[in-house]
Protein backbone atom coordinates (compact mmCIF):
# COMPACT_ATOMS: atom_id res chain seq x y z
CA UNK A 1 0.00 0.00 0.00
CA UNK A 2 1.05 3.17 -0.74
CA UNK A 3 1.29 6.32 2.07
CA UNK A 4 3.13 9.74 2.60
CA UNK A 5 5.58 10.34 6.03
CA UNK A 6 4.28 12.67 8.07
CA UNK A 7 6.23 12.30 11.05
CA UNK A 8 10.00 10.96 11.84
CA UNK A 9 11.00 10.42 15.63
CA UNK A 10 14.37 8.56 15.88
CA UNK A 11 13.74 5.55 13.54
CA UNK A 12 10.30 5.88 13.64
CA UNK A 13 7.93 7.03 10.71
CA UNK A 14 4.65 7.41 10.67
CA UNK A 15 2.50 7.15 7.73
CA UNK A 16 -0.50 8.00 6.58
CA UNK A 17 -2.08 5.63 3.92
CA UNK A 18 -4.02 6.39 1.14
CA UNK A 19 -7.12 5.22 2.98
CA UNK A 20 -6.30 7.99 5.97
CA UNK A 21 -5.16 5.73 8.17
CA UNK A 22 -2.19 5.92 10.33
CA UNK A 23 0.65 3.89 10.55
CA UNK A 24 3.72 3.45 12.21
CA UNK A 25 6.44 2.00 10.42
CA UNK A 26 10.40 1.20 10.55
CA UNK A 27 12.70 1.36 7.34
CA UNK A 28 14.13 -1.61 5.44
CA UNK A 29 17.59 -2.46 6.77
CA UNK A 30 19.04 -1.94 3.20
CA UNK A 31 17.66 1.71 3.13
CA UNK A 32 20.94 2.35 5.05
CA UNK A 33 23.03 0.07 3.04
CA UNK A 34 21.96 1.89 -0.14
CA UNK A 35 22.51 5.97 1.75
CA UNK A 36 18.36 5.99 1.69
CA UNK A 37 16.93 8.40 3.81
CA UNK A 38 13.53 8.81 3.78
CA UNK A 39 11.82 12.34 4.24
CA UNK A 40 9.04 13.51 5.55
CA UNK A 41 6.70 14.67 3.04
CA UNK A 42 7.79 11.51 1.03
CA UNK A 43 5.98 9.24 -0.69
CA UNK A 44 6.02 5.27 -0.09
CA UNK A 45 5.15 1.84 -0.36
CA UNK A 46 4.83 -0.32 2.92
CA UNK A 47 3.89 -3.54 4.58
CA UNK A 48 1.15 -3.01 6.63
CA UNK A 49 1.16 -6.98 8.11
CA UNK A 50 4.84 -6.25 9.22
CA UNK A 51 5.06 -2.53 9.56
CA UNK A 52 7.86 -1.69 7.13
CA UNK A 53 8.66 1.01 4.47
CA UNK A 54 9.58 -1.34 1.53
CA UNK A 55 9.91 1.28 -1.25
CA UNK A 56 10.53 4.60 -1.66
CA UNK A 57 8.73 6.45 -4.40
CA UNK A 58 10.62 9.30 -6.74
CA UNK A 59 10.69 12.79 -5.19
CA UNK A 60 9.88 16.16 -6.58
CA UNK A 61 11.90 18.35 -4.59
CA UNK A 62 13.79 18.03 -1.10
CA UNK A 63 15.03 20.42 1.69
CA UNK A 64 18.03 19.43 4.36
CA UNK A 65 17.27 22.10 6.38
CA UNK A 66 14.11 21.84 7.53
CA UNK A 67 14.62 17.50 6.63
CA UNK A 68 11.70 17.66 3.79
CA UNK A 69 10.67 16.31 0.32
CA UNK A 70 7.75 17.44 -1.83
CA UNK A 71 7.21 20.46 -0.94
CA UNK A 72 4.71 22.93 -2.70
CA UNK A 73 5.09 26.10 -1.09
CA UNK A 74 7.80 27.74 1.71
CA UNK A 75 5.44 30.52 3.95
CA UNK A 76 8.30 32.20 4.99
CA UNK A 77 7.49 33.57 7.99
CA UNK A 78 9.53 36.64 9.61
CA UNK A 79 9.25 38.88 12.45
CA UNK A 80 10.01 42.77 11.80
CA UNK A 81 10.36 43.54 15.87
CA UNK A 82 11.57 41.50 18.40
CA UNK A 83 13.49 39.72 16.35
CA UNK A 84 14.24 42.87 14.09
CA UNK A 85 13.82 42.37 10.51
CA UNK A 86 16.17 41.14 8.44
CA UNK A 87 15.70 41.62 4.67
CA UNK A 88 19.09 39.66 3.82
CA UNK A 89 17.56 36.70 5.45
CA UNK A 90 14.02 36.99 3.74
CA UNK A 91 16.04 37.23 0.59
CA UNK A 92 18.06 34.30 1.08
CA UNK A 93 15.31 32.10 1.81
CA UNK A 94 13.51 33.19 -1.22
CA UNK A 95 16.64 32.33 -3.13
CA UNK A 96 17.00 28.82 -1.62
CA UNK A 97 13.20 27.60 -2.10
CA UNK A 98 12.90 29.03 -5.31
CA UNK A 99 15.78 26.98 -6.30
CA UNK A 100 14.40 24.03 -5.01
CA UNK A 101 11.07 24.80 -7.34
CA UNK A 102 8.88 25.85 -4.10
CA UNK A 103 6.54 28.78 -4.28
CA UNK A 104 7.92 31.39 -1.54
CA UNK A 105 4.96 32.91 0.13
CA UNK A 106 5.86 36.00 2.74
CA UNK A 107 4.26 36.28 5.81
CA UNK A 108 5.19 39.62 7.91
CA UNK A 109 4.43 39.12 11.87
CA UNK A 110 4.65 41.74 14.78
CA UNK A 111 3.40 44.75 12.63
CA UNK A 112 1.73 45.98 15.61
CA UNK A 113 4.68 47.09 17.18
CA UNK A 114 6.09 49.26 14.57
CA UNK A 115 6.41 53.26 15.20
CA UNK A 116 3.92 55.32 12.18
CA UNK A 117 6.65 55.99 10.35
CA UNK A 118 8.35 52.21 10.58
CA UNK A 119 4.43 51.16 8.94
CA UNK A 120 4.89 53.49 6.17
CA UNK A 121 8.18 52.21 5.34
CA UNK A 122 7.10 48.40 5.97
CA UNK A 123 3.89 49.13 3.35
CA UNK A 124 6.18 50.14 0.72
CA UNK A 125 8.25 47.03 0.99
CA UNK A 126 5.21 44.44 1.05
CA UNK A 127 4.25 46.55 -2.23
CA UNK A 128 7.73 46.24 -3.69
CA UNK A 129 7.28 42.04 -3.29
CA UNK A 130 4.29 41.85 -4.47
CA UNK A 131 4.88 44.33 -7.71
CA UNK A 132 7.96 41.67 -8.45
CA UNK A 133 5.38 38.78 -7.96
CA UNK A 134 5.20 37.40 -4.93
CA UNK A 135 2.21 36.42 -2.58
CA UNK A 136 2.68 38.31 0.76
CA UNK A 137 0.44 38.47 3.68
CA UNK A 138 0.18 39.32 7.40
CA UNK A 139 -0.22 36.68 10.48
CA UNK A 140 -3.93 38.30 10.73
CA UNK A 141 -4.98 37.02 7.18
CA UNK A 142 -5.90 33.57 8.28
CA UNK A 143 -8.17 33.21 5.79
CA UNK A 144 -6.57 34.21 2.33
CA UNK A 145 -3.62 32.24 3.56
CA UNK A 146 -5.95 29.09 3.77
CA UNK A 147 -7.01 30.08 0.79
CA UNK A 148 -3.35 30.22 -0.70
CA UNK A 149 -2.46 26.98 0.44
CA UNK A 150 -5.27 24.82 -0.56
CA UNK A 151 -4.16 21.26 -1.54
CA UNK A 152 -0.83 22.33 -0.92
CA UNK A 153 1.96 20.94 1.18
CA UNK A 154 3.95 23.61 2.93
CA UNK A 155 6.96 24.10 4.80
CA UNK A 156 6.77 26.84 7.33
CA UNK A 157 10.16 28.31 7.76
CA UNK A 158 11.75 31.85 9.04
CA UNK A 159 13.47 33.09 11.90
CA UNK A 160 13.72 32.33 15.15
CA UNK A 161 11.23 33.45 17.41
CA UNK A 162 9.31 34.94 14.01
CA UNK A 163 6.03 33.45 15.63
CA UNK A 164 5.95 30.12 13.37
CA UNK A 165 4.33 28.21 15.91
CA UNK A 166 2.38 31.13 17.02
CA UNK A 167 0.59 31.46 13.35
CA UNK A 168 0.09 28.02 12.85
CA UNK A 169 -1.79 27.84 16.61
CA UNK A 170 -3.86 30.35 15.26
CA UNK A 171 -4.68 28.80 12.56
CA UNK A 172 -5.89 25.39 14.33
CA UNK A 173 -6.23 25.63 17.94
CA UNK A 174 -6.18 21.26 18.16
CA UNK A 175 -2.05 21.75 17.13
CA UNK A 176 -1.39 23.14 20.48
CA UNK A 177 2.08 23.97 19.80
CA UNK A 178 4.64 25.08 22.02
CA UNK A 179 6.13 28.61 22.05
CA UNK A 180 8.31 30.57 24.05
CA UNK A 181 9.12 34.02 24.94
CA UNK A 182 12.10 35.54 22.98
CA UNK A 183 15.45 35.68 24.80
CA UNK A 184 15.90 39.31 25.18
CA UNK A 185 20.04 39.29 25.78
CA UNK A 186 20.35 37.31 22.40
CA UNK A 187 17.32 38.64 20.23
CA UNK A 188 16.11 35.60 18.82
CA UNK A 189 13.71 32.44 20.05
CA UNK A 190 14.44 29.82 22.51
CA UNK A 191 14.44 26.56 20.14
CA UNK A 192 10.97 24.93 21.29
CA UNK A 193 9.92 23.02 18.18
CA UNK A 194 11.87 19.62 18.54
CA UNK A 195 10.67 17.82 15.07
CA UNK A 196 9.62 18.16 11.44
CA UNK A 197 5.87 16.90 11.02
CA UNK A 198 3.34 17.49 9.14
CA UNK A 199 -0.03 18.18 10.58
CA UNK A 200 -3.26 17.86 7.86
CA UNK A 201 -5.19 20.52 8.40
CA UNK A 202 -8.82 20.77 6.01
CA UNK A 203 -7.62 21.23 2.98
CA UNK A 204 -3.74 21.31 3.22
CA UNK A 205 -0.92 19.54 5.07
CA UNK A 206 1.50 21.91 6.61
CA UNK A 207 5.08 21.05 8.92
CA UNK A 208 6.50 23.18 11.86
CA UNK A 209 9.86 22.73 11.68
CA UNK A 210 12.93 24.08 14.04
CA UNK A 211 13.87 27.73 14.04
CA UNK A 212 16.66 28.60 12.31
CA UNK A 213 18.61 32.01 11.62
CA UNK A 214 21.00 30.90 8.64
CA UNK A 215 20.81 28.43 5.12
CA UNK A 216 22.92 27.22 2.73
CA UNK A 217 22.71 27.67 -0.67
CA UNK A 218 24.61 24.41 -1.01
CA UNK A 219 26.39 23.40 -4.43
CA UNK A 220 23.87 26.12 -6.46
CA UNK A 221 26.06 28.25 -8.86
CA UNK A 222 26.52 31.68 -9.00
CA UNK A 223 24.03 31.72 -11.95
CA UNK A 224 21.24 30.19 -10.59
CA UNK A 225 21.80 32.72 -7.75
CA UNK A 226 21.17 35.25 -9.76
CA UNK A 227 18.57 33.45 -11.54
CA UNK A 228 16.94 33.03 -8.37
CA UNK A 229 16.15 37.25 -8.31
CA UNK A 230 13.08 37.55 -10.36
CA UNK A 231 12.86 41.21 -10.94
CA UNK A 232 16.36 41.24 -12.76
CA UNK A 233 15.10 39.19 -15.96
CA UNK A 234 12.97 41.83 -16.35
CA UNK A 235 15.88 43.98 -17.37
CA UNK A 236 17.88 43.20 -20.71
CA UNK A 237 21.76 43.94 -20.39
CA UNK A 238 23.97 44.48 -23.12
CA UNK A 239 25.46 40.59 -22.86
CA UNK A 240 23.70 37.72 -22.27
CA UNK A 241 25.23 36.52 -19.27
CA UNK A 242 25.82 39.58 -17.38
CA UNK A 243 26.25 38.66 -13.65
CA UNK A 244 24.67 42.59 -12.41
CA UNK A 245 27.77 42.78 -10.52
CA UNK A 246 31.30 44.74 -12.03
CA UNK A 247 29.69 45.42 -15.41
CA UNK A 248 29.93 48.10 -17.44
CA UNK A 249 26.06 48.97 -19.18
CA UNK A 250 24.15 46.47 -16.72
CA UNK A 251 20.24 47.45 -16.68
CA UNK A 252 19.73 45.98 -13.29
CA UNK A 253 22.76 48.33 -11.53
CA UNK A 254 20.68 51.14 -13.27
CA UNK A 255 17.15 49.72 -12.00
CA UNK A 256 18.71 49.89 -8.66
CA UNK A 257 20.00 53.88 -9.32
CA UNK A 258 16.73 54.57 -10.34
CA UNK A 259 14.95 52.98 -7.53
CA UNK A 260 13.19 50.20 -9.89
CA UNK A 261 14.96 47.26 -7.93
CA UNK A 262 14.99 47.63 -4.59
CA UNK A 263 18.71 48.53 -2.82
CA UNK A 264 18.56 45.71 -0.17
CA UNK A 265 17.51 43.21 -2.88
CA UNK A 266 20.38 43.85 -4.68
CA UNK A 267 22.66 43.70 -1.74
CA UNK A 268 21.64 40.58 -0.30
CA UNK A 269 22.32 39.32 -4.02
CA UNK A 270 25.94 40.77 -3.79
CA UNK A 271 26.29 38.92 -0.47
CA UNK A 272 25.31 35.58 -1.60
CA UNK A 273 27.77 36.09 -4.76
CA UNK A 274 30.97 37.10 -2.62
CA UNK A 275 30.05 34.15 -0.21
CA UNK A 276 29.90 31.03 -3.48
Known amino acids: MKGKIVRIISNLY???TEDGSIIGCRARGKFRNCSITPL????CEIDLDNGYIMKMLPRKNSLLRPQIANVDVALIVTSVKKPNLSLNLLDKMISIVTLHQIEPVLCFTKLDLLTKNEKKEMQAL?????TIGYKV???REHKKLNKLLKGKIVVVTGQTGAGK???LNKMDKRLNLKTDEISESLGRGKHTTRHVELFKFKRFYIADTPGFSSLDFGKVTKEEIRNSFIEFGEYACPFKNCMHDKEKDCRVKEAVENHSILETRYQSYLSFLKNK
Open 14 to 16: TVE
Open 40 to 43: VGDY
Open 126 to 130: IKYYK
Open 137 to 139: ITN
Open 165 to 167: STL
